[in-house]
């Protein structure tokens, strides 16, 4: 499943974009869930995925500037 966020660039940080619920069937460590984020070079401090209540935050961590890309 592919979903879409968009963010304006004058978006206020820090600030969630969105949140993301994953599970597994199996149990104990097999089960966990770990998310992780791919990001283009140079956007490494711009967005950022934690875990929180088994569920991944997405959140924008930086200003964007669409004419620095």
Do not use: H, W
């Not at 994953?22 to 956007?43: H, M, N, R, S």
């Not at 995925?49 to 890309?69: A, C, E, F």
Request: aromatic share 6%.
């Amino acid at each position: 499943m592919n979903s879409t966020v968009k963010v304006p660039e004058n978006s206020e940080v820090p600030r969630t974009l969105t949140t993301i619920e994953c599970t597994d069937a199996d149990e104990g460590p097999y089960g966990q869930v770990i998310y992780k984020l791919e990001t283009e070079p140079g956007d490494e401090e711009v967005f950022g995925v934690s875990t929180q209540n088994g569920r991944g935050i997405l959140r924008l961590l930086q200003p964007l500037d669409y004419d620095r890309s």
